[in-house]
């Protein structure tokens, strides 16, 4: 183990530091670039410690103690660490001070020179760009939720209106994999790394009682994502429970295996979960007698794939291969790894419980948060893939808005909801 300005490191490797120490190796120098792992994990890893704007503070006054900005050879730099940032973790800039800090300190970067201000205005154009389609996102996703809500309230209110079912909107399954892709990569497009961090954070006793995220918007990428694998596990169920003949339910099961089986061969993970656990809810399984008419070796197949035994040791491998595959691509067909998402959350959080964030002479853990970023930087290439397949508008509606049923609607064969109450 060697100590270096407050860094201690083993075999190479930062595995602790001060706060500050760890700050300070985050600046440029005149010698000096941080790797850009090393930018990675401790942006995600600081906010455990550290509210954003106060790093990005603090950032800007060691940039300015050492005169670094009017500095030929240090702004480009500077410039480079900020593009960095904004690029990464864009989502730390809905925070106005962030976007004010950023633009002061960019400003007086580019004070002189013409091509910097070009570099500067097009990362801020950039930023700018992506943080108005995360607004758009969202507002998407509320709308879509609505929509959702209003067509079961509606449903609710005049049961004989019964609903289309999925096989009259698209009866091939290679096809609906393919949809149910699209809203995989776009879902997991949006989430961005430090949501990991908020997701399970918990309040760092050293640095005062308050949380870091406690004026921070929260993104809710991360909760919408976990949301729609819900969703699909319901919907998957409704479908399944919906006919009234067992040749028709037989029919539905089917379909929905052929699914899941191409989802497999897509290497959407997360949609053919999300289908097993809607075929093994309650309401499904006891349907013994649809069961009987419906060829199961490919179904005990899936789900020997996703069994959890052994820490989901069989889906592992897969995810592996999945991962190999998409290194080696030519296609971007190829390149789709899309997790089985709950199972990578408790993972990360696993990790982070785990282990504690500071050593015992009160310096940040630094090993543990270069395991962490591992994980989500892996995350991080699975979701800039685009999707290949042609979008298909009607079956995308259907998936996202048709009316799902509780597990206890579910268990009334014919599907009558109840009466709405009397006004």
């Not at 930087?377 to 999707?387: I, L, P, Q, R, T």
């Amino acid at each position: 183990v060697g100590e270096y300005k407050g860094l201690y490191y083993h075999d190479n490797t930062l595995v602790s530091g001060s706060l500050e120490a760890l700050i300070h190796h985050l600046v440029p120098s005149m010698d000096y670039y941080p790797d850009r792992t090393y930018i990675f994990t401790f942006l995600l890893s600081s906010r455990l410690f550290i509210h954003p704007y106060e790093l990005m503070s603090k950032v800007c006054h060691l940039c300015m103690e050492q005169q670094r900005l009017s500095d030929p050879q240090l702004a480009p730099k500077i410039l480079q660490l900020l593009q960095e940032w904004t690029e990464t973790f864009s989502y730390d800039f809905r925070d106005e001070r962030m976007m004010r800090s950023l633009k002061e300190l960019t400003q007086r970067l580019s004070s002189g020179d013409e091509l910097y201000r070009k570099v500067v205005h097009q990362m801020i154009q950039v930023l700018i760009r992506k943080l108005t389609t995360l607004s758009q996102y969202e507002e998407a996703l509320v709308k879509i939720n609505a929509t959702a809500t209003d067509r079961l309230t509606v449903l609710k209110a005049k049961p004989q209106a019964i609903q289309r079912d999925m096989l009259s909107i698209c009866n091939d399954p290679f096809t609906m994999a393919q949809q149910l892709t699209h809203i995989e990569l776009e879902r997991l497009s949006n989430i961005e790394p430090e949501e990991f961090i908020q997701a399970f954070e918990k309040k760092d006793l050293l640095d005062n009682d308050k949380s870091c995220f406690s004026d921070q918007k929260k993104a809710s990428s991360l909760e919408a994502y976990v949301q729609w694998f819900n969703r699909l596990s319901f919907l998957v169920a409704t479908e399944i429970c919906m006919p009234v003949k067992k040749k028709q339910r037989a029919r539905v099961m089917e379909f929905f295996i052929d699914v899941a089986r191409e989802c497999f061969n897509i290497g959407n993970f997360n949609s053919l979960m999300a289908i097993i656990s809607g075929m093994n809810m309650s309401p499904v399984s006891r349907l013994k007698k649809t069961w009987s008419k419906v060829k199961t070796d490919k179904f005990d197949i899936l789900e020997h794939q996703m069994d959890p035994s052994g820490n989901f040791y069989n889906y592992r491998t897969a995810l592996r291969g999945a991962t190999q595959r998409s290194r080696t691509a030519n296609s971007t067909r190829e390149k789709i790894v899309i997790p089985f998402f709950s199972l990578l959350i408790k993972d990360i959080y696993f990790l982070n419980e785990g282990c504690s964030n500071r050593m015992q002479n009160g310096h940040v853990n630094f090993e543990k948060f270069w395991e962490m970023a591992k994980r989500v930087s892996e995350f991080m290439v699975w979701k800039k893939v685009e999707c290949p397949f042609e979008k298909d508008r009607k079956i995308l509606q259907y998936l996202l808005t048709v009316p799902v049923f509780s597990e206890d609607s579910m268990y009334n064969p014919s599907y009558t909801p109840p009466p709405p109450p009397p006004q």
